[in-house]
């Protein structure tokens, strides 16, 4: 479900709906954020297919009662040999089903088609998800991100704009980095708001990724298929394709994601510092766990640059941390 900004769930009439969503989602696992977050921001969509699998539900229950009703009838008329002869089905289906050329196709799915299918399917599951794995291992070692130990610290309302293309300390956000140092130290339980503005288009092997992307947006049948398979690699697996990802620290994966507007495709969110580390920015993509091979895929077709400017926010007693 694609994201809806945070004011839609505030400004519904279904807002009950909404609190009910948010009630249950409390005793669920934060994985499942997403689906909450859209569920609860959509109340409409979500009373819909609610009122779809409810529906299902029934009738189904409803079939299974009809066929246990018929087939008793059956049985009993059996018991008592009162069963007309049985003879053979002479409609369009019987016919299809006992035709030679669907008898030969049935037969070769079954046999080959469909264990050669699930095989390859479960060998790049296990594969894909074995990679992330071992990737995250190594990140949260610190071996992806590397802090220099030379950032600058922001002060209360002090602003750094990283916006100078030729600046060694403060290069513009390059969507081709696997994990770009900043050059700015965060302080835990500090505010910072992060604007990020694309100076050149953000691009996926030519796919438009200026707000990310979901796999079946790509304009190209090949392309939605590609970033399907791809998945199971993907950096962030529950998250858009080239979504922004702030990490806090070198060690330990302390990440925030910077999604953008869907009005207007701005990205200007406010963090707050889980712990003291250096600021770094990255798009998620696929990634491979062999050192020297991490961000292959990041250099490989990632085009795009913006600039970055960070912002320590004053002290307040009470923080909205919406959007402006």
């Given at each position: 479900?694609?994201?809806?900004?945070s004011?839609?769930?505030?400004?519904?009439?279904?807002?009950w709906?909404?609190?009910?969503?948010?009630?249950?989602?409390?005793?669920?696992?934060?994985?499942?954020?997403?689906?909450?977050?859209?569920?609860?921001?959509?109340?409409?969509?979500?009373?819909v297919?609610?009122a779809?699998?409810?529906?299902?539900?029934?009738?189904?229950?409803?079939?299974?009662a009809?066929?246990?009703?018929?087939?008793?009838?059956?049985?009993?008329?059996?018991?008592?040999?009162?069963?007309?002869?049985?003879?053979?089905?002479?409609?369009?289906?019987?016919?299809?089903?006992?035709h030679?050329?669907?008898?030969?196709?049935?037969?070769?799915?079954?046999?080959?088609?469909a264990?050669?299918?699930?095989?390859?399917?479960?060998?790049?599951?296990?594969?894909?998800?074995?990679?992330?794995?071992?990737?995250?291992v190594?990140?949260?070692?610190?071996?992806?991100?590397?802090?220099?130990g030379?950032?600058l610290?922001?002060?209360?309302?002090?602003?750094?704009h990283?916006?100078?293309?030729?600046?060694?300390?403060?290069?513009?956000?390059?969507?081709?980095?696997?994990?770009?140092?900043?050059?700015?130290k965060?302080?835990?339980?500090?505010?910072?708001?992060?604007t990020?503005?694309?100076?050149?288009?953000?691009?996926?092997?030519g796919?438009?990724?200026?707000?990310?992307?979901?796999?079946?947006?790509?304009?190209?049948?090949?392309?939605?298929?590609?970033?399907f398979?791809?998945?199971?690699?993907?950096?962030?697996?529950i998250?858009?394709?080239?979504?922004?990802?702030?990490?806090i620290?070198?060690?330990?994966?302390?990440?925030?994601?910077?999604?953008?507007?869907?009005?207007?495709?701005?990205?200007?969110?406010?963090i707050?510092?889980?712990?003291?580390?250096?600021?770094?920015?990255?798009?998620?993509?696929?990634?491979?766990?062999?050192?020297?091979?991490?961000?292959?895929?990041?250099?490989?077709?990632?085009?795009?640059?913006?600039?970055?400017a960070?912002?320590q926010?004053?002290?307040c007693f009470?923080?909205?941390?919406?959007k402006?």
């Amino acid at each position: 479900m694609k994201a809806l900004p945070s004011t839609a769930e505030l400004e519904s009439p279904l807002r009950w709906v909404s609190d009910i969503v948010r009630l249950v989602g409390g005793f669920l696992p934060g994985a499942l954020d997403p689906w909450l977050n859209g569920y609860a921001r959509a109340p409409l969509r979500f009373l819909v297919v609610l009122a779809v699998l409810t529906f299902l539900l029934w009738y189904g229950s409803h079939l299974a009662a009809r066929i246990r009703n018929d087939m008793g009838l059956l049985w009993g008329r059996s018991l008592s040999a009162s069963l007309p002869p049985a003879m053979a089905p002479h409609d369009a289906i019987f016919r299809f089903r006992t035709h030679p050329l669907y008898l030969s196709i049935h037969y070769a799915v079954k046999r080959y088609v469909a264990p050669a299918f699930f095989a390859l399917l479960f060998a790049h599951l296990g594969l894909g998800l074995a990679s992330h794995a071992l990737f995250n291992v190594q990140d949260y070692a610190g071996l992806v991100c590397r802090e220099t130990g030379k950032a600058l610290e922001i002060g209360p309302g002090e602003t750094i704009h990283i916006a100078t293309r030729d600046s060694a300390r403060f290069p513009l956000f390059d969507t081709a980095s696997l994990c770009q140092n900043m050059g700015v130290k965060l302080e835990q339980n500090k505010r910072y708001r992060i604007t990020v503005k694309a100076v050149e288009p953000f691009t996926d092997g030519g796919i438009e990724a200026s707000r990310g992307f979901y796999f079946l947006d790509p304009p190209r049948l090949w392309q939605k298929a590609f970033m399907f398979v791809a998945v199971p690699f993907r950096r962030e697996l529950i998250r858009p394709w080239f979504r922004i990802v702030a990490r806090i620290g070198g060690k330990g994966g302390e990440e925030t994601f910077l999604d953008p507007d869907p009005k207007d495709g701005s990205i200007s969110e406010v963090i707050t510092a889980t712990r003291d580390g250096e600021l770094f920015l990255f798009v998620n993509d696929a990634v491979l766990p062999v050192p020297g091979l991490y961000g292959f895929f990041y250099t490989l077709n990632n085009l795009g640059k913006a600039e970055v400017a960070i912002t320590q926010q004053k002290p307040c007693f009470v923080c909205e941390t919406a959007k402006p």
